[in-house]
Nanobody
């Protein structure tokens, strides 16, 4: 059983920054960040292959968000800059044991485990 613990959410003004962390009890093949706003479907945000470091982003966050990992800490980060009110959502990290990041981005149901989520609220 893999456990994921997210942290770093909060309230920030538009244009501000936040960094989310996802600490994993073990390393996965790929990790991703996803978000879900009230009344909307879950949306893929970013994903990373743990070994190669290859990264993938949704068009809505490309150029503003950066996903990275710390091998020593088994932790994945999501640095979010230039935040917009439309970024407001609950953010979840997820891991896949045998699926590449690009596939995890296109189909979050392929994740093997999920974190509990952390709220990000961006005020205008």
């Amino acid at each position: 059983q893999v456990q994921l613990v997210e942290s770093g959410g909060g309230l920030v003004q538009a244009g501000g920054s936040l960094r989310l962390s996802c600490a994993a009890s073990r390393r996965s093949y790929a990790m991703g960040w996803f978000r879900q706003a009230p009344g909307k479907e879950r949306e893929s945000v970013a994903a990373i292959n743990w070994s190669s470091g290859s990264t993938y982003y949704s068009d809505s966050v490309k150029g503003r968000f950066t996903i990275s990992r710390d091998n020593a800490k088994n932790t994945v980060y999501l640095q979010m800059n230039s935040l917009k009110p439309e970024d407001t959502a609950v953010y979840y990290c997820a891991g896949a044991l045998s699926v590449q990041a690009i596939l995890l981005m296109s189909n979050p149901r392929r994740a093997d485990y999920w974190g509990q989520g952390t709220q990000v609220t961006v005020s205008s």
